[in-house]
């Protein structure tokens, strides 16, 4: 009976053992990406360049265009609470190498720190593209600043790529 319980067991894992390698082909591999943003700003506060340097399976460099997609202003919840809104970011990332674009959707919440300057951190979400990022998927973290005053300002976009 011994014999026959082994035989079988040994058979079932040599069924078995080929799924789990399909498994594991057809899992998706995560790689860390990062993305530096670097914008430079009008007279009237907003954007006339835009331009990030970026690692991982991403383009090395390029140009990308933010589009305001919703803003909502914190509730007040005390002292130093009311300088604070949530912004919700279309961004599409353009490669200077003709590579593609890929597409991202952030929703920072942003804090001011002083007549002149800000803060923002949230989640950012890598959502496809055109070319060789058709089917790209991510996600991390965005944090960055801005300088009214120095007519400056910068991200820096953290986490990993998934591609099926």
Do not use: W
Not at 159 to 164: A, F, L, P
Request: charged share 15%; hydrophobic share 40%.
């Amino acid at each position: 009976m011994k014999r026959f319980s082994l035989v079988a067991a040994a058979g079932a894992v040599a069924l078995l053992a080929p799924l789990g390698a399909v498994a594991s082909a057809q899992a998706a591999a995560s790689v860390p990406f990062t993305i530096d943003e670097q914008v430079t700003l009008g007279p009237d506060g907003l954007p006339v360049l835009q331009t990030f340097t970026a690692t991982g399976p991403l383009c090395p460099e390029g140009k990308y265009v933010d589009t305001i997609q919703a803003t909502q202003p914190e509730p007040a919840q005390g002292p130093g609470h009311s300088g604070r809104f949530t912004l919700i970011l279309r961004s599409v990332y353009t490669c200077d190498d003709g590579s593609g674009t890929f597409n991202a959707l952030k929703e920072l919440i942003v804090t001011f720190t002083g007549p002149d300057t800000a803060t923002a951190i949230g989640p950012i979400q890598l959502l496809g593209g055109t070319g060789a990022f058709t089917d790209l998927r991510g996600h991390g973290v965005d944090t960055g600043s801005i300088d009214f005053a120095a007519g400056t300002s910068t991200g820096m976009n953290t986490g990993v790529v998934v591609r099926s």
